[in-house]
């Protein structure tokens, strides 16, 4: 009680702070899961994206900055922080400043429930799966409000396109993974990892996989699913009226996005930490994350657009069936007694 | 120093709004100012605007909306009842089965609607 009077000392305070500091936690948050790791690879990916289009395309990307050209998302961070930020005389400015703000926080909070190793993951949630659902079920009401926010034709249209493509294709989403909860019996993503000592989720939940894959694609709205911000039609979709730093979060938003999305085909289907040597799992980890990542980029190098209602009738009867379908194989595939190869 | 997964999670994103909070004070300090009615206008290509975009657009995106209403609860439990699927005793799970298909005969009849008339 008598310490609780008194103002803690100078020393007392730096030795809370070195404890903090060095604690796993904190470090978790800080470096490996958490924000250095996703910064630096949403910017590495950015750098990925626009060298493995240059190659599918027959030219050489980026390559003044640094080895290769990788210092260039710095290059372009650092451009991009000195840009005025020209917000239209109708558009909210506030409104869209804050809405690049929370789209980045949002992109980013999956992380907390991704394990990136055994035991190497900042919360272990029992209800990670649902959780990172429901964080990402966000980002169409805030990609609305841009482009409501901005006032201007071809930020509205994008933003209300990316709403129509999100919403409808979280529903195959959620449902294609519903095989994998009734194998494992559980939601929790190091379990669910777990469960896939022997064989990965990719080979029995085929038809789950095809679905999720076409799904997160749509709900990254890249190509072939790009059409809130077709560049023919939409000029950059609800980004339009976005500049300087707030174009930067938001670029930056939809890169975490795809890591994370990734991150999470990783860790549903193709056996996450798991692999045969005995490399460092978040070494795994990361490997295969990118390796999903750069099958995303290289589709948008090779595939045309589809067109906006042929998008929505697919996803809601095509995916949505399949999805449906892959339920009755794995209550089929439980009947038949093979579930035991993944249970936990 | 054992934490909620809450509470990691708000520590999380307090610390990268941290992070990137300064970063927009930063641009709006450091960028260039300047107000002219081109450079305010929005963005239409080149042409002049015609006030605001805040209009009625056609989306023909209601039977959508009907289906996302249905499967959106329907999928969350078929979450609960998914995790409980070995626990339960089959003669429980197959009435979820039948619902299922309940749900899906309608679903494959407008899909067959859908391919035959063009509907939406």
């Known amino acids: 009680m008598k310490r609780l009077q008194g103002l803690p000392t100078f020393q007392e305070l730096v030795s809370l702070a070195v404890r903090i ?3 796993r936690t904190f470090l978790e948050i800080v470096v490996f899961p958490g924000l250095l790791n996703i910064l630096l690879s949403a910017a590495l ?3 990925l994206e626009r060298k493995v289009i240059a190659r599918v395309q027959l030219r050489i990307g980026p390559l003044y900055a640094g080895m290769w050209g990788i210092l260039q998302p710095i ?8 840009k005025e930020m020209i917000f239209p005389e109708l ?3 506030k409104l869209l400043m804050l809405c690049a703000l929370s789209l980045m926080l949002i992109a980013a909070a999956p992380v ?5 190793g055994d035991g190497l993951v900042i919360a272990n949630m029992d209800i990670g799966l ?3 659902f429901a964080v990402i079920s966000l980002f169409p009401s805030v990609i609305l409000l841009i482009g409501w926010g901005s006032n201007s ?3 509205f249209l994008g933003g209300l396109r990316s709403l129509f493509q999100q919403v409808s294709y979280e529903i195959p989403m959620w449902l294609s993974v519903l095989g994998i909860v009734m194998l494992t019996g559980t939601l929790n993503l190091s379990q669910i990892v777990k469960a896939q000592q022997n064989v990965w989720f990719a080979l029995p939940q085929v038809l789950g996989f095809v679905v999720f894959f076409t799904a997160v694609l749509a709900e990254l709205e890249r190509i072939p699913f790009d059409l809130p911000e077709a560049e023919t039609e939409l000029v950059m979709g609800w980004m339009t009226e976005l500049s300087g730093v707030a174009f930067m979060l938001g670029f930056l938003a939809m890169y975490t996005k795809l890591y994370l999305m990734s991150a999470l085909i990783t860790t549903l289907f193709l056996g996450g930490w798991l692999g045969p040597f005995t490399v460092p799992q978040p070494v795994w980890f990361v490997l295969k994350t990118f390796v999903v990542a750069s099958i995303i980029v290289i589709i948008r190098g090779s595939f045309p657009r589809v067109r906006v209602d042929l998008l929505l009738k697919a996803g809601w009867t095509r995916l949505l069936l399949l999805a449906l379908a892959n339920i009755f194989v794995t209550v089929v595939l439980i009947l038949l007694g093979l579930d035991w190869v993944w249970r936990v | 120093m054992a934490f909620d997964s809450w509470t990691l999670m708000l520590i999380f994103e307090f610390l990268l709004f941290l992070g990137i909070f300064p970063l927009l004070i930063f641009g709006w300090l450091m960028s260039a100012k300047g107000r002219n009615a081109i450079r305010d206008a929005p963005f239409e290509s080149g042409q002049t605007h015609l006030g605001e975009a805040r209009q009625r657009y056609m989306m023909q995106y209601y039977p959508y909306l009907i289906m996302f209403v249905v499967f959106d609860v329907v999928a969350m439990f078929l979450f609960t009842w998914g995790l409980a699927f070995t626990a339960l005793p089959f003669a429980q799970d197959f009435l979820f089965l039948v619902f299922l298909v309940i749900l899906v005969a309608p679903l494959g009849y407008a899909l067959y609607l859908s391919g035959k008339t063009e509907v939406w």
């Open chain 1, 130 to 132: 649902i959780y990172v």
């Open chain 1, 45 to 47: 990916l950015t750098w």
């Open chain 1, 91 to 93: 558009a909210d400015a």
């Open chain 1, 21 to 23: 500091i060095t604690s």
């Open chain 1, 75 to 82: 290059a372009d961070g650092v451009k991009l922080m000195f």
């Open chain 1, 112 to 116: 907390v429930a991704i394990p990136f």
């Open chain 1, 153 to 155: 034709k071809f930020s």
